[in-house]
């Protein structure tokens, strides 16, 4: 059974970084095929994919956040974390980690959420 649990401050003040951990077990990070993303969602609205990295180590964005994201893996702790940079209050949300598979396709395996409420 995979699980995932996100970790990390509930408060950040506008312009600095947010940073979240995701911790796995049940599966490795690095297993082929899996793809490991993070998810948002802003109250009041819906699920924002914001990126993922691969089995492999590489690493895939939305567009619209590419230029202030960047997610990472420690493979010896069977952890990926995303930093989000220069934070306003619009990016107040439940964060999420989940587990998904090839094409993009979520497998089912979510993290329980945190909430990030950016403000000064």
């Known amino acids: 059974q995979v699980q995932l649990q996100e970790s990390g401050p509930g408060l950040v003040k506008p312009s600095q970084t947010l940073s979240l951990t995701c911790t796995v077990s049940?599966?490795?990070?690095?297993?082929?095929?899996?793809?490991w993303n993070w998810i948002r969602q802003p109250p009041g609205k819906g699920l924002e994919w914001m990126g993922a990295?691969?089995?492999?180590?590489?690493?895939n964005y939305s567009p619209s956040l590419k230029s202030r994201t960047s997610i990472s893996r420690d493979t010896s702790k069977n952890q990926f974390t995303l930093q989000l940079y220069s934070v306003a209050p619009e990016d107040t949300a439940v964060y999420y980690c989940?587990?998904?598979?090839?094409?993009?396709?979520?497998?089912?395996?979510w993290g329980q959420g945190t909430q990030v409420t950016v403000s000064s």
């Open positions: 989940a587990l998904g598979g090839v094409a993009g396709r979520l497998l089912g395996y």
């Open positions: 990295i691969a089995y492999s180590g590489s690493t």
């Open positions: 049940g599966a490795s990070i690095t297993k082929n095929n899996y793809y």
